[in-house]
């Protein structure tokens, strides 16, 4: 394959800021757990007709029927926003927004995350149906691959999405 330099350049810069943002997360992991977890449980109580609840150690509880989901701070998807940020950032320059530098960046964080709790709310959502349709068939490890897998097949398409639609937007802008 051939990479340019400035694609090549691009991607380094998703990379590093990805990194920096995820890192950053970690100094104030509480904060980013009640920005990030809470509104996701919201969404994922609305769709179960459930009113998620704050448990003795301080993680989300939804209520469902016969269950209940467990958000621990790793189902924040914090470093999913992470790099949902950092590639809305490589298309930021390229696409002609008639907007400021602080109004475009505002924007930038506002779909990030929006897109992060919406994909997060899904695989939650997700999670649990798969779930409860295997519960018989699969040992608790085999579940906890399923609950991974079906994460990443959730948050990979909604990246390949956004990009696609930020390219698109980068080639009409071209015209």
């Given at each position: 394959?051939n990479?340019?330099?400035?694609?090549?350049?691009r991607?380094?810069?998703?990379?590093?800021?990805?990194?920096?943002?995820?890192?950053?997360?970690?100094?104030?992991?509480?904060?980013?757990?009640?920005?990030?977890?809470?509104?996701?449980?919201?969404?994922?109580?609305?769709?179960?007709?459930?009113?998620?609840?704050?448990?003795?150690?301080?993680?989300?509880?939804?209520?469902?029927?016969?269950?209940?989901?467990?958000?621990?701070?790793?189902?924040?998807?914090?470093?999913?926003?992470?790099?949902?940020?950092?590639?809305?950032?490589?298309?930021?320059?390229?696409?002609?927004?008639?907007?400021?530098?602080?109004?475009?960046?505002?924007?930038?964080?506002?779909?990030?995350?929006?897109?992060?709790?919406?994909?997060?709310?899904?695989?939650?959502?997700?999670?649990?149906?798969?779930?409860?349709?295997?519960?018989?068939?699969?040992s608790?490890?085999?579940?906890?691959v399923?609950?991974?897998?079906?994460?990443?097949?959730?948050?990979?398409?909604?990246?390949?999405?956004?990009?696609?639609m930020?390219?698109?937007?980068?080639?009409?802008?071209?015209?």
């Amino acid at each position: 394959m051939n990479y340019s330099k400035r694609s090549l350049t691009r991607w380094f810069f998703v990379c590093t800021l990805a990194m920096l943002l995820y890192w950053l997360g970690s100094i104030c992991s509480g904060v980013i757990y009640r920005i990030f977890a809470i509104p996701a449980s919201r969404c994922t109580g609305f769709f179960f007709s459930a009113t998620p609840f704050f448990n003795e150690k301080g993680i989300i509880i939804i209520p469902v029927v016969n269950s209940s989901i467990t958000v621990t701070p790793e189902c924040s998807a914090y470093g999913f926003f992470c790099l949902m940020t950092a590639i809305f950032f490589v298309f930021y320059n390229n696409i002609k927004w008639k907007l400021p530098i602080l109004a475009k960046t505002a924007v930038i964080l506002c779909a990030s995350y929006i897109i992060t709790i919406t994909a997060n709310s899904f695989r939650i959502i997700s999670s649990y149906k798969i779930y409860a349709l295997t519960a018989g068939f699969f040992s608790k490890p085999m579940q906890n691959v399923i609950h991974l897998f079906v994460g990443i097949i959730i948050f990979l398409t909604t990246i390949l999405i956004a990009y696609l639609m930020l390219e698109k937007m980068e080639v009409c802008d071209a015209k």
